[in-house]
């Protein structure tokens, strides 16, 4: 089983800043990555695909970087709707597997 | 408008069956994947199952292999997980989602979960 590692586990940014989200897989993944984000009470809601592809009505200060073990998402001029908790997952040979998850905090 | 909407949560005993339903629409049902996908109170997220668009190939996280079943019915646009000699440890709320792909494999759609608690 691939297991995927996200850091840090808590990030407290302010207003405006931009946030730097990290997973690392256990071995190559290619660009089979997902990012998430879920609010509190919500379902999932994807937001990178690919790697680097943002999803359908994802803004443009979302960007997903990365390939093979290491991954990471980048979410410029913080807002405070931001604030969740995001997750990133792999998928390999008909496994799925997610990190345990970032919580973005806004200040 | 995709909208997946799940059903049949509860509560059942240790050892006890279940089976979750998920009701999909907005889109052309037999031409994606499906998937469940839990999350047990205040964790992560955890892959239980998926199935392909013609029910061909299916897959089972290791902890769920020989307990949970996925199956489709096309014809009625719905998912289903059949839950058996269940354990505490899969109290959850079970996501349906839809599998889409280009550069990988992701879920695309969500619903909004159907809780399960297993308890004595």
């Known amino acids: 089983e691939i297991v995927m590692t996200q850091s840090p586990a808590t990030l407290s940014v302010s207003p405006g800043e931009r946030a730097t989200l990290s997973c690392r897989a256990s071995?190559?993944?290619?660009?089979?990555l997902a990012w998430y984000r879920q609010k509190p009470g919500q379902a999932p809601r994807l937001l990178i695909y690919?790697?680097?592809t943002r999803a359908t009505g994802i803004p443009a200060r979302f960007s997903g970087g990365g390939s093979g073990t290491q991954f990471s998402l980048t979410i410029s001029s913080l807002q405070s709707e931001d604030s969740a908790v995001y997750y990133c997952?792999?998928?390999?040979?008909?496994?799925?597997?997610f990190g345990q998850g970032t919580k973005l905090e806004i200040k | 408008e995709v909208q997946l909407v799940e059903s049949g949560g509860g509560v059942v005993r240790p050892g006890g069956s279940l089976r979750l339903s998920c009701a999909a629409s907005?889109?052309?049902?037999?031409?994606?994947?499906m998937a469940w996908v839990r999350q047990p109170p205040g964790k992560g997220l955890e892959w239980v199952s998926s199935?392909?668009?013609?029910?061909?190939?299916?897959g089972y996280a290791d902890s769920m292999k020989g307990r949970f079943t996925i199956s489709r019915d096309d014809a009625k646009n719905s998912l289903y997980l059949q839950m058996k000699s269940l354990r505490v440890e899969d109290t959850a709320l079970y996501y349906c989602?839809?599998?889409?792909?280009?550069?990988?494999?992701?879920?695309?759609?969500w619903g909004q979960g159907t809780l399960v608690t297993v308890s004595s």
């Open positions: 907005g889109f052309t049902y037999d031409d994606y994947g």
């Open positions: 690919g790697a680097s």
């Open positions: 071995q190559s993944v290619s660009s089979n």
């Open positions: 997952q792999q998928y390999n040979n008909w496994q799925y597997t």
């Open positions: 199935i392909n668009w013609d029910g061909s190939s299916i």
């Open positions: 989602a839809r599998v889409g792909y280009d550069y990988g494999y992701y879920f695309d759609y």
